[in-house]
């Protein structure tokens, strides 16, 4: 299997984007992703939402959002479709995050992983990521 390209998205991919999204996506616990969502993300960021491509047949395989907004440094959204996992897509995918974050001066990278995500938490930890025992994520709805 060819190693896939990776870009950044484009308003084009938004649909192919929200459709892999409900495959491979862990989606308890947190508001809907809409096609307006990601056109706001990418008019305030275009270099937020990351692609993996698979060459050979186009097919969108993985995402990441490597969000920056000038001073921190956010990763949401690692996917990787359910036939490609385990063969070092979402690393891959991360070290591209993790490379812009360094480009734009970022120095430390947070993630945000449901507790529940056991799939995740191994991933996270084999990229060097841990939970931050000092730290909650408060939210409200807006």
Same mark, same amino acid.
């Given at each position: 299997?060819?190693?896939?390209?990776? !870009?950044?998205a484009t308003?084009?991919?938004?649909?192919?984007?929200?459709?892999?999204? !409900?495959?491979?996506?862990?989606?308890?616990?947190?508001?809907?992703?809409?096609?307006?969502?990601?056109?706001?993300?990418?008019?305030?960021?275009?270099?937020?939402?990351?692609?993996?491509?698979?060459?050979?047949?186009?097919?969108?395989?993985?995402?990441?959002?490597?969000?920056?907004?000038?001073?921190?440094?956010?990763?949401?959204r690692l996917?990787?479709?359910?036939?490609? !996992?385990?063969?070092?897509?979402?690393?891959?995918?991360?070290?591209?995050?993790?490379? !812009?974050?360094?480009?734009?001066?970022?120095?430390?990278?947070?993630?945000?992983?449901?507790?529940?995500?056991?799939?995740?938490?191994?991933?996270?930890?084999?990229?060097?990521?841990?939970?931050?025992?000092?730290?909650?994520?408060?939210?409200?709805?807006?």
């Amino acid at each position: 299997m060819p190693a896939p390209e990776l !870009r950044p998205a484009t308003a084009a991919d938004l649909p192919a984007v929200l459709a892999f999204w !409900r495959l491979a996506a862990e989606d308890a616990h947190r508001p809907a992703d809409s096609a307006a969502a990601l056109e706001a993300l990418l008019a305030r960021d275009p270099e937020a939402l990351l692609l993996a491509v698979d060459p050979a047949t186009a097919e969108l395989v993985g995402t990441v959002i490597a969000g920056w907004d000038g001073w921190r440094c956010h990763l949401y959204r690692l996917a990787v479709h359910p036939d490609r !996992r385990r063969a070092g897509l979402g690393r891959l995918l991360v070290d591209a995050a993790e490379a !812009r974050f360094r480009a734009v001066g970022g120095a430390r990278a947070d993630a945000m992983v449901l507790d529940g995500n056991d799939l995740a938490h191994h991933a996270w930890r084999a990229g060097g990521y841990a939970p931050q025992a000092e730290w909650s994520r408060w939210v409200k709805a807006l």
